[in-house]
């Protein structure tokens, strides 16, 4: 065996804005808390055929939330973003693109305590020889369980190659926990259904038991555990029996190489009333490959939910002193392109300030839409159109699309402007600033 074949084994290891202004006697003009990052000490072991010792080094993480203020019994989804990995490559030989599947924890302190399991794709740029690994992040959710401040802190991440050899590269945190990296706080409500669950690892070959544990459940009630493949439940189940506190411990042999997460649910059927999850988990795809032959692979790459404007300004038609009534005109078409795959839907929505001129001012509800939304041909989402109706400082439904098993498209969406001006509103120029909020 040469020595590059022997060192190539040691490698693989929405905001738009638009200011609307109206002219009594003229015209309408139109226009448009973060996380921290923290370091922390983290102590990686390299693979063993990398034949270099364990790396304590400095990680920089951030962990970034979808919902700052959820209720007890929300579901928040956690990004975990490792900034600056500890290590670099330690060889002179260049890594290939998306070989890197990442996986984690992330610690709850505060009100609720815990860990959440957070999985990444396997994707990332190529690493040149001896050049420092790519920031990578990994995402999963948690159920809300107690009101208060809740911490959250970036944990313990592995990163398993797949080059040559299946490897990996685990690195924990040397002094845990590491700091706060962001803050949610949640305000209780009742009813709540505070059923949750652990996971014993985050990843897995094809067939491989993962360790599920529960707590809160219905004491004496069966529970299903079961894969699943976006928001579909995959074949993959298993059923165990809640104790008297309502917990429970089982296994789950995930076979389904698509799956993507695991749920606990009470019952026939997944409710979200008695069940729990998904907890994020990867199954890592160890098939190997038969003499003379060639694996091919390729990555489908989720992207963003964003939008754009034509304009940020909007010239509404003119009213007489006196008379008064409708100023109209047409909002600049808004595109939304949803290119995150997963099942879910986005909602655009918008509000209006009051407008604002000489001495006076026309109220933020004097204006009304009429929304219309149309889908790019091979969409997976239907646009909905928000209903006719007045905007005012409270907002309103401009589109959206559902969830679904599977969504994304292309989207435009328009809408006519009404703004009912009161008959003796004094001359001059009046301006409200319209904010649409794509979430």
């Known amino acids: 065996m040469g020595s590059t074949t022997r060192r190539r084994r040691r490698l693989a290891s929405f905001l738009g804005a638009t200011a609307l202004a109206v002219t009594a006697g003229g015209a309408l003009a ?93 994707k990332n740029d190529p690493v040149p020889g001896n050049g420092a690994f790519p920031s990578f992040s990994m995402t999963g959710t948690f159920k809300v369980t107690s009101p208060g401040a809740i911490t959250l802190s970036p944990s313990d991440y592995n990163i398993h190659t797949s080059y040559i050899l299946e490897l990996d590269t685990p690195c924990t945190v040397i002094t845990p926990p590491a700091p706060v990296s962001e803050t949610v706080t949640a305000t209780d409500t009742t009813p709540v259904n505070q059923r949750d669950i652990t996971l014993g690892a985050a990843s897995g070959k094809p067939g491989a038991a993962v360790t599920v544990t529960g707590s809160k459940f219905t004491p004496g009630a069966t529970v299903t555990l079961a894969g699943r493949a976006g928001s579909a439940q995959t074949a993959d189940t298993a059923t165990v029996t809640a104790d008297s506190t309502g917990a429970f411990s089982g296994s789950l042999v995930v076979n389904d190489k698509t799956t993507t997460g695991i749920v606990a649910y009470e019952g026939s059927a997944w409710s979200d009333t008695k069940g729990t999850g998904p907890k994020a988990y990867v199954v890592i795809d160890d098939t190997p490959v038969p003499a003379g032959s060639q694996k091919i692979t390729t990555t489908v790459k989720a992207g963003t939910l964003s939008m754009s404007q034509a ?129």
């Open 311 to 439: 304009g940020d300004t909007v010239s509404l038609s003119a009213v007489d002193y006196g008379k008064g009534g409708a100023s109209t005109g047409n909002l600049n078409q808004v595109t939304v392109k949803d290119f995150r795959g997963g099942p879910a839907g986005w909602s655009l929505t918008g509000k209006v300030t009051d407008f604002t001129g000489p001495g006076a001012k026309i109220d933020a509800g004097a204006l009304s839409w009429s929304p219309s939304c149309a889908t790019k041909a091979g969409s997976p989402s239907t646009c909905q159109a928000g209903s006719a109706g007045a905007v005012g400082s409270s907002g309103a439904t401009l589109a959206s699309t559902p969830n679904a098993a599977l969504t994304g498209g292309e989207f435009t969406v328009d809408a006519g402007l009404s703004l009912n001006v009161p008959a003796f509103t004094p001359v001059g120029t009046y301006s409200g600033v319209l904010t649409l909020t794509l979430s």
């Open 30 to 122: 139109c226009p448009a808390g973060a996380a921290t990052d923290v370091d922390y000490g983290t102590h990686c072991i390299p693979p063993a055929v990398a034949g270099i010792p364990p790396i304590d080094g400095t990680t920089t993480g951030r962990i970034a939330v979808d919902n700052k203020n959820p209720k007890v019994g929300d579901t928040v989804t956690v990004t975990y973003t490792v900034v600056k990995p500890a290590a670099s490559n330690p060889t002179a030989i260049a890594l290939p693109a998306d070989i890197m599947t990442p996986t984690g924890k992330v610690t709850l302190g505060g009100a609720q305590t815990g860990a959440v399991t957070v999985a990444g794709p396997k």
